[in-house]
């Protein structure tokens, strides 16, 4: 008996490490991130970038990172979420430099160009990959994480913008900057990446059959452990089979429009203060930081009320305040309820997509497939909704503009119910330790 509960509290230990350690690994992909968007002004100086062309420059990140997205199921079922997680940090480390270097030492845009595409295939394949472990941690804990993962990340943009201010206000060097921040992402991530088993914790969960509970069908047991390399339990799936899945499809719309409503705030909620309240810039900028405040406490707070009220009931709660908000922003012009609407319009915007990624993790046979799938339906959010929200400012106002943005995440909104988590039942847990390729 006490060799049982010494197993079970090294067990405990173990997947507290990974989730820490995964906790460090999202907030440093968000400072990578920030750190770089807080220098795009003298990226543009540099180059002597007009607004269209500094735009196309950064257009690399998107571009590379569908690139990445669209492999990520394959290699992360054929290596394994660590392998993945790891090479993808450090080849972001290794993009961003090259774009810095390609910007102030050979100020050359194809260069830089060719860096910043680098730096978004591993940020789009380290997405799918920290999220495809996320998961495995998060069913091998029973318990909501995934939304503080997402949490970390956006801590993480915090970091690296505050980093990216000093950097401006003390006038240092791009590539001096860019090169200190590589070097630590990638020692930080050969430190904590081996706290994630070499094949996922998940897989070695004995799960017994579903139980046919609020629509979810029954599952089969499976107890088969991974093999090497395999992140998710059994065979891997085929990555096209989960496209035909409608279920994929509607969590992808979760992703969609919840990302829609993130992205959209990040890219024009500044702009829409100033040009369609009236604002100073330094006002959009703190009303900005109002909105990032509330997604970060939505995410912390949100575990809690996953666990207690399940997905579903959360996800359409945070919609209707998400489209509250996006209402009060556009139509009342008084500043104290335009904040209030922004407040609304972070906190419901805060757990889409990370619940979205749950919900493509939740089968361990498929998790990788369909996670890359919804990520990168998600992703499509952040490739056309800047420049869709700016064609039709250019037409309407900005303001009415983001009326896109509540329609959007109405429809995510519809399509909670593919969220419905299944009820499983896990055995014991094999200590992390027995893992030989650890």
């Known amino acids: 008996m006490a060799a049982i509960a010494s197993t ?23 400072v990578g991130l920030a750190s770089w968007a807080a220098r795009v002004p003298r990226v543009g100086a540099i180059l002597d970038l007009p607004p269209a062309q500094l735009g196309l420059l950064l257009l690399g990140i998107a571009i590379g990172s569908i690139g990445g997205l669209t492999a990520s199921g394959h290699l992360v079922s054929r290596f394994g979420a660590r392998v993945i997680i790891v090479l993808t940090l450090i080849g972001s480390a290794i993009g961003l430099v090259l774009a810095a270097v390609g910007t102030s030492i050979l100020v050359s845009f194809t260069v830089a160009f060719v860096g910043l595409m680098v730096f978004g295939a591993c940020m789009g394949a380290c997405d799918v990959a920290m999220n495809v472990s996320g998961a495995a941690n998060e069913r091998a804990l029973k318990r909501s994480v995934m939304p503080i993962y997402h949490a ?76 090497p390399g395999q992140t998710s339990a ?30 959209t705030a990040t890219d024009w909620l500044s702009y829409a203060m100033v040009t369609g309240h009236d604002s100073s810039t330094t006002t959009g900028a703190l009303v900005f930081g109002v909105f990032v405040a509330a997604m970060t406490v939505g995410r912390f707070v949100g575990v809690a009320l996953l666990d207690r009220f399940g997905r579903v009931p959360v996800l359409r709660t945070s919609g209707i305040l998400a489209v509250v908000g996006l209402l009060l922003f556009i139509f009342v012009p008084v500043f104290a309820v335009t904040v209030i609407g922004v407040v ?47 064609f039709i400012a250019g037409q309407l106002g900005i303001l009415n503009a983001l009326l896109l943005v509540a329609v959007l995440v109405t429809a995510a909104t519809m399509a909670a119910n593919a969220a419905r988590a299944p009820s499983l039942r896990a055995g014991m847990i094999p200590p992390v330790g027995a893992d030989s390729s650890r």
């Open 234 to 263: 059994g065979p891997a799936t085929p990555r096209g089979s989960v496209w035909k899945d409608p279920r994929t499809v509607a969590i992808g719309v979760i992703a969609l429009g919840m990302a829609f409503a993130e992205g």
């Open 344 to 390: 609304l319009w972070g906190l419901g915007a805060s757990l889409g997509f990370p619940v979205a990624m749950s919900a493509a993790a939740d089968d361990p046979h498929t998790a990788a497939a369909r996670v890359g799938a919804v990520a990168t339906i998600g992703y499509i959010a952040f490739l056309v909704g800047p420049p869709a929200i700016g």
């Open 152 to 227: 970390f990340f956006s801590i993480g943009t915090v970091v690296g913008a505050a980093l990216g201010a000093i950097a401006e206000r003390l006038d240092i060097a791009l590539p001096q900057h860019i090169g200190v921040l590589a070097a630590l992402i990638i020692v930080l991530a050969v430190i904590v990446v081996r706290f994630i088993p070499g094949d996922d914790l998940a897989s070695r969960v004995s799960v017994e059959p579903l139980t046919e509970t609020d629509g979810v069908k029954s599952g089969s047991d499976d107890s088969t452990a991974a093999g």
């Open 8 to 30: 079970e509290s090294r067990t405990r230990i173990q997947l507290t490490a990974w989730r820490n350690s995964l906790f460090v690994i999202f907030a440093l992909c968000g």
